[in-house]
């Protein structure tokens, strides 16, 4: 059964903890997306503007803005970036490249829906009788892209209002990756729970595991929860099964990039045997991820295209090789966990459990 959130509130803008916003757009229709530069945390806090969409593609294929929704949000930016310049085209000239710029975006990274999802409700939007006025076309295209980055932030303090009070008082809590404010317009999906629940006095620890090989847990997740005066302690990935052995977590909470029909959920890799553990210790597994991270058109989670990062992102660390030349190494960027590990998915519209096909069937 679905059981229904907590009340509406007005968006919260700024990221917790005083921190730049992630993504927003500046300066009006001649301005830009600004991001804050992700590879750089937490040792610098930079800002860069992306004028094009090729600055945007890269900077979501390098990961300096990355998590579902955030990539989400930069690419529907992207998009108007992209076409900008052919505002005073045709018609129908300016809808094949906007169509161009589609499909160009979304190749910078295959996993997060939430990509494709943002881009096309964009792209929509050039079919809604703007028919000989494209610079009305291109204004309303903006006006989407903003809609979609203020609504990303009320989503996600819902999905929080909706999960924290399964947060429990006085214990801890083990996430993974970055599914926080950084991977949002702000407030995150896992960690708006968390920060919901710390703003209701909730006393709990997060363990963060610091995500081989890019590390989002330990550069990003920590970086943020501390800025919010949460507890938090990073752990290596390797040490999550023997802390929940030893009784010293009472709940898992992760995001998503991807969910599948019958609920198997695409997630940073090593998510899936977090669940498996988590499944064998009796500690509840849960996902917290928007209604725009469902892909009904997916059956199952083996169909869910899994991104491949280059191998040097393992070979490397921190500018030092530390793999022999011959040796290889193989680098999925995300991994499937069953729906049955799964104990229920926090939406902005509710709790779903249990995760079947049938009951996310009912619940759209
Ligand atoms: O490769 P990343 O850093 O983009 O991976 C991010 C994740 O796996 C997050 O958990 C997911 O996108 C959900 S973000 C709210």
Redesign the pocket.
């Known amino acids: 059964m679905v059981s229904q959130g907590a009340s509406h509130l007005a968006p919260p803008w700024g990221a917790p903890g005083g921190l730049p916003a992630t993504l927003e757009w500046v300066g009006g229709e001649e301005g830009g997306l600004r991001i804050l530069d992700q590879t750089l945390l937490p040792g610098r806090v930079e800002m860069r503007v992306c004028q094009t969409a090729e600055e945007v593609w890269e900077a979501i294929r390098a990961?300096r803005v990355?998590?579902?929704?955030?990539?989400g949000v930069a690419a529907a930016f992207g998009l108007c970036l992209g076409t900008r310049p052919f505002r005073d085209a045709e018609p129908d000239a300016f809808r094949a490249k906007v169509r161009e710029v589609a499909d160009y975006l979304c190749s910078a990274?295959p996993t997060?829906v939430n990509l494709s999802w943002a881009i096309e409700r964009i792209y929509a939007v050039t079919e809604q009788g703007f028919s000989d006025d494209t610079r009305k076309m291109w204004g309303a295209m903006l006006a989407e892209a903003q809609a979609i980055a203020r609504e990303d932030a009320v989503v996600c303090r819902r999905i929080g209002e909706v999960g924290a009070d399964l947060v429990p008082d006085g214990g801890a809590v083990l996430t993974?990756?970055?599914?926080?404010a950084l991977?949002?317009v702000t407030y995150?999906?896992?960690l708006s729970m968390l920060y919901v629940a710390h703003e209701q006095g909730k006393r709990f620890q997060v363990f963060a595991g610091e995500t081989r090989p890019?590390l989002?847990g330990a550069r990003l997740t920590a970086f943020e929860l501390a800025a919010a005066g949460i507890d938090v302690t990073v752990i290596c990935d390797s040490t999550a099964a023997s802390l929940m052995r030893a009784g010293r977590v009472q709940m898992v909470v992760?995001?998503?990039?991807r969910i599948a029909a019958n609920g198997d959920v695409a997630?940073?890799i090593g998510?899936y045997s977090l669940a498996v553990v988590a499944k064998h210790h009796g500690i509840p597994f849960y996902v917290?991820?928007p209604l725009s991270?469902f892909d009904l058109t997916i059956a199952d989670g083996d169909r869910i295209p899994i991104?491949q990062r280059p191998e040097e992102e393992i070979r490397n660390v921190c500018g030092r090789q530390v793999v022999a030349a011959r040796a290889g190494c193989h680098n999925p960027?995300?991994d499937v966990t069953p729906a049955a590990l799964i104990n229920a998915i926090i939406t902005e519209r509710g709790r779903l459990k249990p995760v079947t096909a049938e009951n996310i069937r009912d619940f759209f």
Do not use: S, Y
């Not at 990355?66 to 990539?71: M, Y």
């Not at 992760?254 to 990039?257: E, R």
């Open positions: 990961l990355r998590g579902a929704p955030a990539i990274r997060a993974h990756c970055n599914a926080g991977a949002t995150g999906t896992a890019l989002q992760v995001g998503a990039d997630n940073k998510t917290a991820a991270t991104e960027a995300f």
